[in-house]
């Protein structure tokens, strides 16, 4: 298991707080209006959204487990309207702020190294792996938050949430940390 460092929280009571990403995007800031109901401010990242995709639209995606990267469902209505899995949630969140995540399942995104990187300390914007076991077939993935906290959708809630690293822990289905995955590919990108 990794050992979670201490980090700058980029979300704080509801809020996301304008900060430098050491990736080089602006700032997570907008996932505020992504996420939080007090906040329709227009988004700060420099990303766009579509009118297909509000950006109120993330917090109120709907989980549904058969609308993985890559199934039928979702070829046949892409987007998150019809709602989405974990994998799909987290990608869609990470492609907001222009990263490319390739539609991969779990165990495959943990074996990827064409478009993402194992990385033991997490920064913003890196995905989180976590299951019961140590095995990623079927691992849970979220979005790293800062200060171990993890913007995710599950089946538990229904909706996106943000959950401590400890909240993880104490659920038996998602207690191991199985590892982080930094997504190296820009949209855009022909790599």
Same mark, same amino acid.
Request: charged fraction near 20%; hydrophobic fraction near 40%; aromatic fraction near 8%.
């Given at each position: 298991?990794?050992?979670? *460092?201490?980090?700058?929280? !980029?979300?704080?009571?509801?809020?996301?707080?304008?900060?430098?990403? @050491?990736?080089?995007?602006?700032? @997570?800031?907008?996932?505020?209006?992504?996420?939080?109901?007090?906040?329709?401010? @227009?988004?700060?990242?420099?990303?766009?959204?579509?009118?297909?995709? *509000?950006?109120?639209?993330?917090? %109120?995606?709907?989980?549904?487990?058969?609308?993985? *990267?890559?199934?039928?469902?979702?070829?046949?209505?892409?987007? #998150?309207?019809?709602?989405?899995?974990?994998? #799909?949630?987290?990608?869609?969140?990470?492609?907001?702020?222009?990263?490319?995540? *390739?539609?991969?399942?779990?165990?495959?995104?943990?074996?990827?190294?064409?478009?993402?990187?194992?990385?033991?300390?997490?920064?913003?914007?890196?995905?989180?792996? +976590?299951?019961?076991?140590?095995?990623?077939?079927?691992?849970? +993935?979220?979005?790293?938050?800062?200060?171990?906290?993890? !913007?995710?959708?599950?089946?538990?809630?229904?909706?996106?949430? +943000?959950?401590?690293?400890?909240?993880?822990? %104490?659920?038996?289905?998602?207690?191991?940390?199985?590892?982080?995955?930094?997504?190296?590919?820009? !949209?855009?990108?022909?790599?």
């Amino acid at each position: 298991m990794h050992e979670v *460092p201490a980090r700058t929280p !980029l979300f704080t009571e509801h809020r996301w707080r304008e900060e430098a990403v @050491p990736c080089g995007f602006r700032s @997570p800031s907008s996932l505020c209006s992504l996420w939080c109901s007090s906040c329709a401010s @227009p988004c700060r990242c420099g990303g766009t959204i579509t009118a297909a995709e *509000p950006v109120l639209a993330f917090r %109120d995606v709907r989980y549904a487990g058969e609308r993985f *990267p890559g199934s039928a469902a979702v070829a046949a209505r892409p987007g #998150l309207e019809a709602g989405a899995n974990c994998q #799909l949630f987290a990608y869609a969140v990470l492609a907001h702020f222009g990263l490319a995540a *390739p539609p991969l399942r779990s165990s495959e995104l943990w074996a990827d190294t064409a478009h993402s990187t194992r990385v033991d300390s997490p920064e913003p914007l890196d995905l989180v792996l +976590v299951n019961a076991t140590e095995e990623p077939w079927g691992a849970h +993935v979220g979005v790293w938050a800062g200060d171990g906290q993890v !913007l995710h959708l599950c089946a538990e809630i229904g909706r996106p949430a +943000v959950w401590h690293r400890a909240d993880f822990a %104490d659920r038996e289905r998602y207690s191991t940390l199985i590892g982080f995955k930094r997504v190296t590919t820009r !949209l855009g990108s022909t790599r």
